[in-house]
């Protein structure tokens, strides 16, 4: 069971189930088209489970989990990356699993004083926050990820600080 959960696991990650080789595909022998590390036996039962789980995939079940996953920004340490693991709490529970959340400190790298100035033809320093586009999430919603946002009560380029910190009162 857990080769078999492992393998969905992939399979769902690199989007969808691999192609079977095919000798008619090619007039090399088996042996030079083969994957790595599989004989030609272990290649017929790999392409074999593989094609079982390939059997099970519902493309429309694939693409709403995705859009669940992705419906908002979701960096570590914010309320959305919060949401996106109670979203996945409640599916693996819905299959049977017994999953547990276990919290940790998560702290981001945060870049050294930057700048950038414009000087010709006259001087003039230019900003480095990116502009804002109505309508997206991920850029209206900058302000998540405090660490690195243009928007943060303390300068993106200043010293690093835990970016899953719950707030600003903590770092005083």
């Not at 109670?86 to 790298?109: C, D, L, T, V, W």
């Not at 230019?126 to 243009?150: T, Y």
Request: aromatic share 6%.
């Amino acid at each position: 069971m857990q080769r078999i959960v492992l393998l969905a696991l992939g399979l769902v990650a690199a989007g969808g189930a691999a192609v079977p080789l095919s000798r008619a595909a090619t007039d090399r022998p088996m042996s030079d088209i083969l994957p790595l590390g599989f004989t030609e036996t272990a290649w017929d039962q790999e392409s074999e489970i593989e094609s079982q789980y390939a059997s099970l995939l519902d493309p429309t079940r694939i693409s709403r989990t995705h859009r669940e996953l992705t419906r908002e920004p979701h960096r570590a340490g914010t309320e959305g990356a919060r949401r996106v693991v109670q979203y996945i709490r409640q599916e693996a529970g819905k299959a049977g699993f017994k999953p547990e959340i276990a919290e940790y400190q998560f702290y981001n790298s945060h870049p050294g004083p930057r700048s950038i100035e414009l000087t010709a033809p006259i001087k003039k320093p230019l900003s480095l926050a990116e502009d804002r586009i109505p309508g997206d999430p991920f850029s209206e919603r900058a302000a998540d990820h405090l660490g690195l946002s243009d928007r943060a009560p303390w300068p993106s380029s200043g010293p690093s600080r835990n970016a899953a910190c719950p707030s600003r009162d903590a770092w005083r």
